[in-house]
């Protein structure tokens, strides 16, 4: 059964680094998302993309934050300057189109420190 | 803007007994509506969804939900737990904004407890 997976599953980095966190969405799907789920809270929608652009993002998703498609299966997510409050546990999510369930990806745990 | 609320941080039963997750929504305009289920250390799978066809769900492991409009309900049950189902459940909403791709908005999560 086809998944979306994401990498690396834990990334440790240091406040003020930039990272990216890669997603493989399910290969039929066109529309891709990112939420991320800070420890004991909920989960959070940051953006979602389609057509090669960005379709919707929520407040959370500021200018640190980018995310692009630089191939045919690749989803990935920039944070620019990392902060403290950037941990959380980071979700790509795909869909076959707008009105169809979203499949979430097991996630990337990133640790700012 | 659309919200979710989930009645119950947590929720214990008895093997065998009745689950019942609760869960209210708002919104401006008709919604798409998910129960989503996390295991410890994985990712989010749907157990069911609503999308203004049959109010009654049926979703995978034996849970239901049914949406409620004069409630605002769509509250997630199942006949007999199972020690399996012990986990942390989602709820979201999402609406049809008309426009592309719309996010889920998610409430904050019921972690379901089954007692021996």
């Known amino acids: 059964e086809p998944e979306v997976t994401q990498t690396p599953s834990h990334q440790v980095t240091q406040m003020g680094q930039e990272v990216i966190l890669r997603c493989v969405p399910i290969s039929n799907h066109l529309y891709f998302y990112w939420y991320r789920q800070i420890l004991g809270q909920k989960v959070e929608f940051l953006v979602s993309?389609?057509?090669?652009?960005?379709?919707?993002k929520s407040e959370i998703f500021d200018d640190q934050f980018s995310v692009e498609r630089p191939d045919g299966s690749n989803f990935t997510l920039k944070i620019r300057s990392t902060k403290l409050e950037d941990s959380a546990m980071y979700f790509c999510a795909s869909s076959e189109n707008r009105h169809n369930e979203q499949f979430f990806g097991p996630g990337t745990r990133l640790t700012v420190l | 803007a659309q919200s979710v609320t989930q009645l119950g941080s947590h929720v214990s039963v008895s093997e065998g007994a009745l689950v019942l997750l609760r869960c209210n929504y708002s919104s401006s305009v008709p919604p798409y509506l998910f129960w989503y289920v996390q295991y410890p250390n994985q990712g989010l799978q749907l157990l069911l969804k609503?999308?203004?066809?049959?109010?009654l769900v049926k979703g995978i492991n034996g849970f239901e939900a049914e949406f409620k409009k004069s409630e605002t309900s769509f509250h997630l049950t199942k006949p007999s737990a199972h020690m399996s189902d012990a986990a942390e459940y989602f709820c979201?909403?999402?609406?049809?904004?008309?426009?592309?791709?719309?996010?889920?908005?998610f409430g904050k999560g019921t972690h379901l407890i089954i007692q021996p």
């Open positions: 979201a909403v999402r609406t049809d904004s008309g426009g592309g791709a719309d996010g889920l908005t």
């Open positions: 993309f389609y057509n090669n652009e960005i379709s919707e």
């Open positions: 609503y999308t203004s066809a049959a109010t």
